[in-house]
């Protein structure tokens, strides 16, 4: 593993041999990793570099105040990168078909604050480090000086997508994560020149009647399991084909009931396609990331998901007892 200066600077002599660089994070990306990608991507295009943030199918609207000038390609087995970033995962596990360009990339850059677990991605150029809250500081921490000195628009444009990356992994300084740490990179990005509210208002707020309606049905599923230690919700196709809306444009519905009394974790289940669930997991105590790598996925030990097939009663019913078993070694 390299530091930061080490990264830095192994970075700009890549970029500068590099005929093709290509940008991205996990599957499913989010706040951190997805506008991670785009502060760099801004970042390189201000030095005269052009890359590309590789995205899979998906609904990527509730980034589109972020997302003015950004360059993005939809993954296909016909692309290379002669540099690759990996941000916000460590893992093959974690990047889907994507996995091919890590292995296809002539350099290989990689980022992250996940514990390594899983099939790991090896490269000399990697820096993880899980004491930061989210990627976007590592990236602000190791190229301070550059964006320091980029010209107002784009100083703007790495800010806006930094401090995004600190509202979605602490959820507006909600989560555990939030530190004395955290507060600094706030109010030195928001030096930047950035307007935290509106981008809270853009990130959080900006959603459709469609879209609060289908939040409003799936808060309506909610249940408690266990002896009322675990609360369990839904959102099923009929809502989304309801509501007009894909279920992807929502940020995790999860974070409505983070706050609720005196249970030890939620679990929120989305249909995706026929018999097809995504799995967020979220628990203060319990070992949730242990529970998604079971099925092949992961995230962090207190907010984790993945993909499990089935019906809903089936899915519903096995998690549970994954669980179970949590609340019992606990
Ligand atoms: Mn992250």
């Known amino acids: 593993m390299m530091n930061l200066i080490e990264i830095r600077e192994s970075f700009w002599q890549a970029t500068s041999a590099s005929a093709s660089i290509g940008i991205m994070s996990h599957i499913e990306p989010d706040g951190d990793g997805f506008a991670a990608s785009l502060a760099l991507q801004e970042l390189l295009r201000a030095r005269g570099y052009q890359s590309e943030v590789v995205v899979d199918e998906g609904d990527l609207g509730r980034f589109a105040h972020l997302m003015g000038a950004a360059k993005l390609t939809t993954y296909s087995s016909s692309i290379s990168y002669e540099m690759l970033v990996v941000m916000d995962c460590n893992s093959y596990d974690r990047l889907g078909d994507r996995a091919e360009l890590v292995q296809k990339a002539g350099k290989l850059f990689l980022l992250d604050h996940h514990i390594p677990e899983g099939r790991l991605i090896e490269t000399d150029c990697s820096f993880i480090d899980k004491s930061f809250a989210t990627v976007g500081l590592i990236l602000f921490e190791t190229f301070r000086e550059d964006i320091l000195v980029l010209d107002e628009a784009a100083r703007i444009q790495v800010g806006n997508c930094l401090y995004t990356t600190i509202l979605n992994d602490t959820n507006n300084f909600v989560n555990a994560n939030t530190n004395p740490d955290v507060f600094r990179y706030a109010a030195e990005i928001t030096e930047l020149g950035i307007k935290p509210h509106e981008l809270y208002k853009a990130f959080f707020l900006n959603q459709s009647s469609g879209e609060m309606r289908y939040v409003g ?65 979220r628990s203060v105590h319990l070992d949730v990331n242990k529970v998604a790598r079971k099925y092949g996925g992961g995230g962090h030990r207190s907010a984790s998901g993945c993909q499990v097939k089935g019906e809903l009663e089936e899915v519903r019913r096995q998690i549970l007892s994954d669980l179970a078993e949590q609340l019992h070694s606990n």
């Open 217 to 281: 049905q799936s808060l309506a599923t909610i249940e408690l399991h266990l002896d009322g230690r675990i609360l369990v919700l839904y959102s099923d196709l009929a809502m989304q084909e309801e509501n007009h809306i894909q279920a992807d444009s929502i940020m995790s519905i999860t974070r409505y009931v983070q706050g609720v009394k005196d249970i030890e974790g939620i679990v929120y289940l989305r249909e995706d396609a026929p018999g097809e669930f995504k799995v967020s997991m």
